[in-house]
């Protein structure tokens, strides 16, 4: 990996969302994850989540925008498409797609002791899939059954 980031790629930050927990097993993970990627990237790259794990997703794209990023890359650490991210995270970022269907389950995961960052980044923001059902996947599960026998 090239540590001098060209203009191209120093105008494109990634942003690995996982949802957050009160545990640390998660965060843990997601930040890992975060932190492997970004040592193979030439991209900058920060970990936010959704709730109740800090950074935020707002406060870590203003991390991004503050470094001077154009375009945000944000790709959801999760298996598959669910309210979080096909509601919660788009609500978050402020590109609802206008799906007007409410569901109670957000208001599961508002914490009213959690202050709420503005998000200041005026670029191009671009939300990808979650991982789903990669067969790079079925290799770390079989690994896993491997290692259990």
């Not at 203009?7 to 996982?18: N, R």
């Not at 492997?36 to 990237?41: E, G, P, R, V």
């Amino acid at each position: 990996m090239d540590t001098n980031l060209d203009s191209k790629t120093a105008k494109i930050g990634i942003l690995l969302v996982g949802h957050g927990s009160r545990l640390p097993y998660g965060k843990d993970v997601v930040s890992k994850l975060g932190e492997i990627y970004k040592q193979s990237s030439d991209y900058l790259v920060e970990v936010g989540f959704m709730n109740m794990s800090k950074p935020s997703i707002p406060a870590a794209i203003n991390t991004l925008a503050k470094q001077g990023v154009e375009k945000i890359i944000v790709t959801p650490v999760f298996l598959a498409h669910g309210v979080h991210t096909k509601q919660d995270i788009p609500h978050i970022l402020g590109i609802d797609n206008g799906d007007e269907h409410s569901h109670g389950h957000g208001h599961a995961h508002s914490h009213e002791d959690e202050e709420t960052e503005e998000i200041e980044f005026d670029g191009d923001i671009i939300y990808t899939e979650p991982l789903g059902a990669d067969p790079r996947l079925v290799d770390i599960i079989g690994d896993r059954v491997k290692n259990a026998l």
